[in-house]
């Protein structure tokens, strides 16, 4: 009975003194002070619970601060959440690199593309996802034209009357060759014509309406009708485009005047005055024209209601600084009437330019003088991983200079994937200096 109340005694004893100073040593004799648990060994370690990614998420109100190994990420990870909301985040140090960078060496200059071309800033880190940022100074995003010149004009219409002129096929269409002086009526009503150079050996007459068969051989087919005389139609003709014909490949030269009468719908340009005399333009009330007036040597006028509309395509020929007017004359007033609509630019060398109706665009009255303008370029950067543009990472700048930075993520799927900044100039040139683009890993 003693040797049992003695024994109950030292046990109690025992506890009382752990309880108090709440210390507990495995190994030693004397655990650190601060501690509560001293693990001292030389040829052991401390081996904690091990789950699963799932089994750490089904733990019932973790503790905050309660510590597992991860056998899914093959980590130790402690809760720095609270047991009702626990947030578990690992403590190994990663093993690849944390930030990979580049420096531009030297200025960088890129010209006119209509792709994002590649820099000289590349980066090939291991996987994972990184927070990518890129700054730079943009400079001299520029590039140069000339303001419309009446001398510059008057060359550029000669160019073109030229290359009608002497035009002598039309791609790999068939030719023709000729073409009987009157269009659309008698033995040529409802015709189709096929793209060529026709030449009619006298005055041009539109006397019905007809078709011009573009077909689908050609991408910008070419239809030029060439005669010695007056160029006139009738009343209430219509040319009808099908295939790939279009008004900027449709040329009408005359050597003399040009009219159309009232309510004629034309396709094309037509050009006055090509034999060297006088060669007056007009058309007639109601006139419905996609296409150009252009004469070398007279005036142009326009009828009551007439409607001119400068087409916007490129044209197989060139027409310089005129490919955006609608009216031209080289020696010869250029006028309209209140109830007209021209859309495109006007001009002319010598005489009058007076327009009043309704106008949209340009009027270069005679001796307008031009001269080299300095225009902003607008410039595009974004980020590729592995040949693909990273979403969202485009920017567009429509300054001369600036400063440019981009920052975006990207997740690089493999080691061999590189990452680039790439960027385009739309026209010109521009300078990228002071580059600096890097890769941040976010994954820790």
């Given at each position: ?10 046990s ?29 060994s ?61 420096n ?80 659309g ?58 295939g ?24 094309g ?23 150009r ?10 009828g ?6 400068v ?134």
């Open positions: 009975m003693k040797s049992a109340f003695k024994y109950m005694l030292l109690f004893i025992l506890l009382t003194s752990i309880s108090q100073f709440a210390q507990v040593g495995i190994g030693t004799s004397d655990p650190d002070s601060s501690t509560v648990l001293d693990l001292v030389v040829d052991k370690g401390f081996l904690m619970p091990r789950l699963t990614t799932t089994q750490i998420s089904n733990i019932t109100s973790p503790a905050k601060g309660l510590i597992v190994f991860n056998i899914t990420t093959n980590d130790s990870e402690v809760n720095i959440g609270t047991s009702i909301s626990p947030l578990w985040i690992g403590i190994k140090r990663p093993i690849d690199p944390m930030i990979y960078s580049v531009g060496v030297s200025d960088f200059t890129a010209s006119e593309s209509v792709d994002l071309e590649a820099s000289d800033l590349t980066l090939t880190p291991t996987a994972g996802t990184f927070l990518a940022t890129f700054n730079g100074h943009l400079s001299n995003a520029t590039y140069i034209t000339n303001s419309f010149d009446s001398d510059i004009g008057n060359d550029d219409l000669t160019n073109i009357y030229d290359a009608v002129r002497n035009t002598a096929t039309s791609g790999t269409q068939t030719e023709t060759g000729t073409h009987s002086i009157t269009f009526d008698g033995a040529n009503i409802n015709e189709v014509i096929a793209p060529g150079v026709y030449e009619t050996g006298g005055a041009i007459t539109l006397n019905g309406s007809f078709t011009l068969a573009g077909g689908s051989v050609e991408d910008n087919p070419i239809f030029i009708f060439r005669g010695s005389g007056a160029f006139t139609t009738a009343v209430g003709i219509t040319i009808t485009l099908t790939n014909a279009k008004p900027e490949n449709i040329f009408w030269m005359s050597d003399a005047a040009m009219a159309t009468a009232a309510d004629a719908k034309i396709k340009t037509m050009m006055g005055a090509a034999g060297g005399g006088a060669g007056a333009v007009s058309t007639g009330a109601g006139t419905e024209l996609v296409g007036l252009f004469t070398k040597n007279g005036a142009i006028t326009t009551a209601s007439t409607k001119i509309t087409p916007t395509e490129n044209s197989s020929l060139d027409f310089g600084s005129l490919s955006t007017f609608a009216m031209w004359s080289s020696a010869g007033g250029v006028s309209d009437v209140a109830t007209a609509e021209i859309t495109g630019d006007v001009g002319n060398v010598s005489g009058i330019l007076s327009m009043t109706g309704t106008h949209v665009g340009e009027a270069y009255p005679a001796g307008t003088q031009g001269g080299p303008v300095v225009n902003v370029s607008t410039t595009t950067y974004s980020i590729y991983t592995g040949g693909s543009e990273v979403a969202n990472s485009r920017r567009t700048i429509d300054l001369k200079t600036t400063l440019i930075s981009i920052q975006t993520l990207v997740t690089v799927a493999s080691d061999a994937d590189p990452v680039e900044l790439r960027w385009r100039v739309n026209k010109g040139t521009a300078t990228l200096s002071n580059r600096f683009f890097s890769l941040i890993r976010s994954e820790h």
